[in-house]
């Protein structure tokens, strides 16, 4: 069946490992064409349902029809030494995939073009904090979840994140907060920043399938 991101769990234990007392933070990593403003809103998207906290860092250099596994790994390779994974987002045109996430190489990349295809910036925003935070969930080696009122449930089409819960239902919230803390992430109450109207719309209204 066709994955909206392609999901390749097996995240090594030296992923997860970390000197004790190390703190650590998610990196989010974008290319030039996408704002500054764009990319404070999916951080605190990510921050306020994940509670972890997410670094921005500088600005990714792409070639014209890269791959975008390959920009990914790229990112991945200028991972400071505080830093468990990257998250990065970009506009790589509509024939590149959505999105791809290697937790065993510490990246996940998704593609605004295809989000935010024929939306709104704040239905945009709302997308990619979704699909950010199940690549946040796999970087510290969360499955996806069978429960249809949490964001980690299967999907096939782009649209149907508009009809699905917008963050983790509670014992994946719970799970994720464990693997977090394990892994000497920095956290911040869950919550802490809540997200406009327009990023929060229609987590109560859920339809999506289960794999």
């Known amino acids: 069946m066709k994955k909206a991101i392609l999901m390749l769990v097996g995240v090594g234990l030296s992923v997860l490992t970390a000197v004790a007392g190390e703190s650590r ?10 704002t500054p403003a ?7 998207y990510l921050e306020t349902h994940s509670g972890a906290v997410v670094r ?3 600005f990714m250099p792409v070639e014209s029809g890269q791959d975008i596994e390959a920009i ?8 400071a030494a505080d830093e468990i994974g990257v998250l990065v987002l970009g506009q790589f045109g509509v024939d590149q995939p959505q999105g791809v996430c290697l937790p065993h190489e510490q990246f996940g990349i998704l593609n605004l073009s295809r989000l ?18 199940r690549v946040l969930a796999m970087l510290v080696g969360l499955s996806p979840c069978p429960f249809p009122l949490c964001v980690l449930t299967g999907y096939e089409k782009t649209e149907d ?8 239902c509670p014992p994946c919230l719970d ?3 464990r693997r977090a803390r394990e892994a000497h992430l920095q956290m911040k109450p869950v919550g802490a920043d809540e997200p406009t109207q327009d990023e929060s719309t229609a987590d109560d ?6 794999d």
């Not at 994140?161 to 983790?168: A, E, H, K, T």
């Open 38 to 44: 764009l990319t404070t809103r999916v951080i605190a």
């Open 116 to 133: 935010g295809e024929g939306v709104d910036e704040d239905r945009l925003v709302r997308r990619a904090g979704q699909d950010g935070l």
């Open 72 to 79: 990914g790994r790229a990112a991945a390779q200028r991972l």
């Open 175 to 177: 799970r994720f907060t």
């Open 25 to 34: 933070v998610f990196a989010l990593a974008t290319t030039r064409d996408v």
């Open 56 to 58: 921005p860092t500088e």
């Open 161 to 168: 994140l508009d009809r699905m819960s917008g963050n983790f």
């Open 205 to 210: 209204d859920v339809s999506a399938s289960v």
